[in-house]
């Protein structure tokens, strides 16, 4: 899966463009890299955003036990990449069919944290127990919200292009072409949002997300930890 925001939705990363400044690479154009995503995972979907950016999946090579799903609803475009263990009993808490999957249910868990209910996006995203990362775009509120799970058992990673989008994929060979240096893994138990103050821990609300900038010989150029806990890597 591949999620590409212009500088409209996300707030570029400065220790992103630090670590791309530190040690320069080659770099290319969002449009490029979704070009690159859509050739080499055919057959693929692609949905572009207007000027806010570029979604596109593919179930090419994913794994059995990471399965990718897309949906789409009510302006709402989320892609999700793992599997939830308490899939059933939250089901029943946001009041869903035993038809729905994984990314329906981040959806409507997100109308209601949107919506209805008076609680941090830590609160919506503890409950969910699993192997997963989402990308998650509202088009009726510019609002994006990406996560991953607390193990980081579906890997993650973000970078920025040459004109300065931020791109979210599980692919770090895709990204690397296109991000350089300006590349990091997405720290596990975390969540970015422009809508609530930009990366939080969703484990530790209280603690701050901190970037450590990377060894040189390293593909990313930075790792971001939550303070009091180990350094993040991929």
Same mark, same amino acid.
């Given at each position: 899966?591949?999620?590409?925001?212009?500088?409209?939705?996300?707030?570029?990363?400065?220790? +992103?463009?630090?670590?791309?400044? =530190?040690?320069?690479? /080659?770099?290319?154009? @969002?449009?490029?890299?979704?070009?690159?995503?859509?050739? *080499?995972?055919?057959?693929?979907?692609?949905? !572009? #955003?207007?000027?806010?950016?570029?979604?596109?999946?593919?179930?090419?090579?994913?794994?059995?036990?990471? /399965?990718?799903?897309?949906?789409a609803?009510?302006?709402?475009?989320?892609?999700?990449?793992?599997?939830?263990?308490?899939?059933?009993?939250? =089901? !029943? !808490?946001?009041?869903? &069919?035993?038809? *729905?999957?994984?990314?329906?249910?981040?959806? $409507?868990?997100?109308?209601?944290? =949107?919506?209805?209910?008076?609680? /941090?996006?830590?609160?919506?995203?503890s409950?969910?127990?699993?192997?997963?990362?989402?990308?998650?775009?509202?088009?009726?509120?510019?609002?994006? #919200?990406? *996560?991953?799970?607390?193990?980081?058992?579906?890997?993650?990673?973000?970078?920025?292009?040459?004109?300065?989008?931020? @791109?979210?994929?599980e692919?770090? $060979?895709?990204?690397?072409? &296109?991000?350089?240096?300006? +590349?990091? /893994?997405?720290? !596990?138990? %975390?969540?970015?949002?422009n809508?609530?103050?930009?990366?939080?821990?969703?484990?530790?609300?209280?603690?701050?997300?901190?970037?450590?900038?990377?060894?040189?010989e390293?593909? %990313?150029?930075?790792?971001?930890?939550?303070?009091?806990?180990?350094? #993040?890597?991929?």
């Amino acid at each position: 899966m591949l999620g590409v925001f212009s500088g409209e939705v996300v707030e570029v990363p400065e220790e +992103l463009v630090a670590a791309g400044s =530190r040690t320069p690479s /080659p770099k290319t154009r @969002a449009s490029e890299l979704v070009n690159r995503f859509l050739s *080499a995972a055919a057959p693929a979907v692609s949905i !572009q #955003l207007g000027s806010f950016g570029h979604i596109a999946y593919s179930h090419a090579n994913q794994s059995p036990f990471r /399965p990718r799903m897309f949906a789409a609803k009510e302006d709402i475009f989320c892609m999700f990449e793992g599997v939830l263990e308490n899939l059933g009993s939250l =089901r !029943q !808490q946001y009041g869903l &069919s035993k038809s *729905a999957n994984e990314v329906v249910l981040v959806i $409507e868990a997100y109308k209601a944290l =949107r919506d209805r209910a008076p609680y /941090p996006a830590s609160f919506m995203l503890s409950h969910l127990t699993g192997s997963y990362a989402f990308v998650l775009f509202d088009k009726s509120t510019n609002a994006l #919200l990406v *996560a991953s799970d607390p193990d980081g058992r579906v890997p993650l990673y973000w970078g920025i292009t040459a004109d300065g989008c931020v @791109a979210f994929s599980e692919n770090i $060979e895709l990204l690397k072409g &296109s991000c350089g240096k300006s +590349l990091a /893994p997405f720290p !596990q138990g %975390c969540f970015y949002s422009n809508a609530l103050g930009g990366l939080k821990c969703y484990e530790k609300p209280k603690n701050k997300v901190v970037a450590v900038p990377a060894n040189e010989e390293e593909i %990313c150029g930075a790792t971001f930890k939550v303070e009091g806990s180990a350094v #993040l890597t991929a």
